[in-house]
């Protein structure tokens, strides 16, 4: 949804003439089954996303709930970088357990922002309290015992520079001595980043996360 959004393209045909990306299309260390029957984790989709696109992640217990609001601000009002949530859905009262989607707006009267759940068949897109949302990112995931968080993406080739978003150096010291796998703030020219997701990727190993 985010790659579409941003008009990445995957270097191949989808179907007939189009060039857009499909679950197929990705580049992932994991059959698409494997990813639909056993889900993914923060740093897995980390891992996925840079593989096609520049990303900051950020873990909800080092990113504030002022620079979370900040981030939403920011992303709902440029058309060329996304948020995406890693949220526990249980903490929204909602079925089911970790889960990801991107934000599509946001609505500062009543402090809302619009869900765009990518699991449509379970739920549309919603608008989910940003307090809440916030809280949402602070679960443990059971796989990894690490908090839940976000995503910013932008295109490789924007001069965006999604480092100004980065966290604070005391915020990735924190992050470096928790364990937590994270980008580090560099200039839009680095990137692509040496995490490919490919099978001999760490993202792959679940004994590493």
Request: with cysteine; glycine share 6%; hydrophobic share 35%.
């Amino acid at each position: 949804m985010v790659l579409n959004a941003l008009e990445v393209d995957p270097g191949r045909r989808w179907k007939g003439v189009w060039r857009w990306y499909s679950d197929e299309l990705l580049e992932s260390c994991r059959t698409e089954s494997d990813l639909k029957a056993n889900g993914i984790t923060f740093d897995q989709f980390l891992c996925l996303a840079s593989s096609h696109a520049q990303v900051i992640a950020k873990r909800g217990t080092t990113a504030s709930r002022e620079e979370f609001v900040r981030d939403i601000k920011y992303v709902t009002q440029r058309d060329d970088v996304f948020m995406v949530l890693s949220f526990a859905r249980a903490a929204m009262g909602q079925t089911g357990d970790g889960h990801f989607s991107p934000i599509g707006a946001f609505h500062e009267g009543s402090n809302q922002a619009l869900v765009l759940d990518s699991a449509r068949y379970k739920y549309p897109s919603w608008f989910g309290d940003v307090d809440r949302l916030y809280d949402s990112l602070q679960p443990v995931d059971p796989e990894t015992n690490l908090p839940r968080g976000y995503f910013l993406i932008s295109r490789r080739d924007s001069r965006l520079d999604l480092s100004l978003l980065a966290s604070s150096n005391a915020d990735r010291d924190s992050k470096d001595s928790a364990g937590i796998v994270d980008l580090p703030e560099r200039p839009a020219d680095v990137f692509p980043t040496t995490l490919s997701c490919s099978k001999k990727s760490s993202c792959c190993s679940a004994k590493q996360l």
